[in-house]
């Protein structure tokens, strides 16, 4: 490994005295120390805050690589997220505030959210939906997309939402490994003004998905289109004369709640796996630790619910908490880059949780845009997804915070269902570290062997003891999951490069795999190959991620040609707009090289570092591997 020194001088932020008292559990060193010497009540102390139908049996049952907690325990994390509001003090709180692109509001109270998720629950189960089928959902930002995860986690099944940017190809592929019985999708979404026909591209996704029995189409726009009456079914007709009270289904803590797909070193994206008990006590945890989210706030988390954070940090951890959320389908620069200010201004934000490429894209256009509102609101900011870089972070702190807000820099995973790294209010702030692992969380930085490296030296990111809301398997491939916890025995190697600074602080550097973190969007390298090898031009290619000030990394692809096929700027468009229909626009490549070779191992192993450093200008390092 390369252990080359990084820079580690930053400025050191105090947070503004308001914020230094804060305090849930007590101190942080305490906590820590104590929530690591004893996991077991620290993790109990926290689940006994919650509902359950029955307590568990041991708080964690740890084979290696295999974790079952709360083992014993029933449960349903609508319960949490619905029943126990609205049977107490937030039944008439509101729980989501819905802004459409068009400027158009709805508002949802927790009594009415409840009524809303369990009405379509009996939907579901009119479809005969079971405990345990699985739904595939491709949806827009709406209320609806909401509405519909928690009435599927309340009857049990089993929710696996594909970010409604993929293309046909890539919801095909997770329809197929799912074995989805339900698609769960609208006749568009909406963007920037523009409407985006998603219901074609379902079409495309389930010719040879021969487990999908049934689509509900969720029809916003008029005229409405026409479903075919076999398969397809209207939302609001499915919940004609349903009724409005439907009994959670009562779940092992160990059951699954929902399948996410992320990118990985292969073709083949990973199903990540998370279960009913750990999950909802981890977000339910980091929701009130980290964001230390009250009754009072107005929490607004910009993700689409298709990613983790979505589903962590916009559904289940702040319902979870009775926060209200706004949950809006906003792009940040339309209808003019002031819009998400004027939200905040408009709403009252207080807590903003958002991520590094958009807050880069606001500080290309200046202070002008937020300096025109009031955002005096505001009292917590958060980021996610890649790493804050220092500018960014000056920026955010200065521009938004007002030079006295702290920043939460939230490190987690698809596979760590939670925060697991991060400032926390109140502790002194270090631009370009993420902070350090928050109680619960054993992070290490260690050596190929898995010895810890110093203070300083750039190593492997590793957790070293298990969390509740791990994953608990890779969907259809043990292999793959096994293999997180084989590189480094002992240890769950979570695929980052990091350094950790003398006061425990841990810097993310960047991926150690193949990964490219696109506006913080996991895209796997041999993803855009093979769909690039797909299209009859190409006979070989090989895809890197190069660094941008905007999006964090920019995708460039080098493609060797079959014989008769020349490159040019049309074939170079043709092979662009290709990936983009199969893997979605997040997946296009910004660039296109026609080359006659590939840096390649002897073993026939593409060497993807020498051509990023080849783009970059910078030492490939050592080539000593390198067939030619
Ligand atoms: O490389 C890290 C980066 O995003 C990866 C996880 O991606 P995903 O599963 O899509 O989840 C993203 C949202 C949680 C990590 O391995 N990453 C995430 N948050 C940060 C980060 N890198 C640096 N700083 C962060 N705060």
């Known amino acids: 490994m390369n252990e080359e020194k990084v820079n580690l001088k930053a400025p050191v932020y105090i947070p503004d005295s308001s914020y230094r008292d804060y305090r849930w559990m007590g101190d942080y060193e305490t ?33 290696y690589p295999d974790a079952r907690w709360f083992s014993g325990a029933k449960l349903n994390i609508t319960a949490n997220c619905l029943d126990r509001h609205v049977n107490n003090s937030r039944k008439n709180k509101v729980a989501i505030i819905w802004r459409g692109d068009d400027g158009c509001e709805r508002v949802f109270t927790y009594r009415q959210l409840f009524r809303e998720v369990m009405r379509f629950a009996n939907g579901l189960k009119k479809l005969g939906i079971k405990k345990g089928d699985r739904i595939c959902f491709y949806m827009p930002f709406v209320p609806e997309h ?17 970010y409604a940017g993929f293309g046909s190809d890539s919801l095909h592929q997770r329809i197929v490994d799912s074995e989805a019985k339900l698609v769960i999708t609208a006749d568009v979404s909406i963007r920037r003004g523009k409407r985006i026909d998603l219901k074609s591209i379902v079409d495309e996704a389930i010719v040879n998905a021969p487990s999908v029995e049934r ?38 803590a160990e059951d699954p709640l929902f399948i996410l797909y992320t990118s990985g070193t292969t073709g083949v994206p990973k199903g990540i796996l998370h279960t009913c008990g750990g999950y909802m006590v981890g977000t339910y945890y980091t929701s009130k630790y980290v964001f230390d989210i009250k009754d009072s706030d107005v929490y607004w988390c910009t993700a689409d619910p298709g990613w983790i954070t979505g589903h962590s940090y916009l559904v289940y951890g702040p319902l979870a908490v009775g926060a209200t959320i706004l949950f809006s389908e906003t792009t940040p620069d339309y209808p003019d880059l002031g819009v998400w200010w004027e939200m905040v201004e408009d709403f ?6 958002t991520a590094p490429t958009a807050i880069r894209m ?37 521009v938004i915070g007002k030079s006295k807000l702290p920043i939460v820099d939230t490190w987690w995973q698809t596979e760590t269902g939670m925060h697991m790294i991060t400032t926390i209010v109140g502790q002194p702030m270090k631009p370009g570290f993420a902070g350090k692992p928050i109680p619960g969380v054993v992070a290490d930085i260690v050596d190929n062997e898995g010895n810890p490296v110093e203070p300083g030296k750039k190593g492997k990111l590793v957790i070293k003891a298990p969390w509740p809301s791990m994953m608990r398997d890779v969907w259809n491939n043990r292999e793959r999951y096994e293999h997180y916890w084989n590189d480094i025995p002992g240890c769950y190697t979570v695929g980052d490069m990091a350094v950790k600074d003398k006061d425990g602080y841990i810097m993310i550097i ?34 890197v991620g190069i660094p941008d000030d905007l999006k964090g990394n920019l995708i460039v692809a080098y493609v060797i040609l079959k014989e008769g096929f020349t490159g040019g700027e049309k074939l170079e468009n043709e092979l662009k707009y290709h990936v983009r229909m199969t893997l979605g626009p997040i997946s296009m490549p910004s660039d296109i090289r026609f080359v006659q070779s590939l840096p390649k191992t002897r073993s026939g192993k593409i060497m993807r570092r020498v051509l990023r450093a080849q783009e970059m200008g910078v030492d490939p390092g050592d080539l000593s591997t390198l067939e030619d």
Request: proline share 4%; net charge negative.
């Open 362 to 398: 606001f500080m290309k256009y200046g202070e002008s845009w937020p300096d025109k509102y009031n955002l005096e609101s505001l009292r917590i900011l958060g980021s996610v997804g890649e790493p804050l870089n220092p500018e960014a972070f000056e920026w955010f702190y200065r």
């Open 31 to 63: 906590v820590y120390r104590e929530s690591v010497e004893n996991p077991e009540k620290f993790w109990e102390d926290i689940a006994g805050e919650l509902e359950w139908d029955k307590k568990w049996d041991n708080v964690l049952e740890w084979d």
């Open 510 to 543: 960047g991926r150690s795999d193949d990964v490219i973190i696109v506006s913080g969007h996991n895209i796997g390298s041999a993803e855009v190959e093979s769909a690039l090898v797909d299209h009859k031009a190409v006979s070989e290619s090989a895809v």
């Open 215 to 252: 689509i509900i189409v969720y029809r916003r726009t008029k005229p409405e289109i026409e479903l075919y009456a076999e398969m397809e079914l209207d939302y609001y007709s499915l919940i004609k004369g349903e009724s409005f009270h439907c009994d959670p289904e009562i779940m092992d």
């Open 348 to 353: 009252g934000v207080t807590i903003l949780y």
């Open 146 to 162: 909401i509405i519909a995860i928690l009435a599927c986690a309340r009857i049990g099944a089993v929710h696996t939402i594909v």
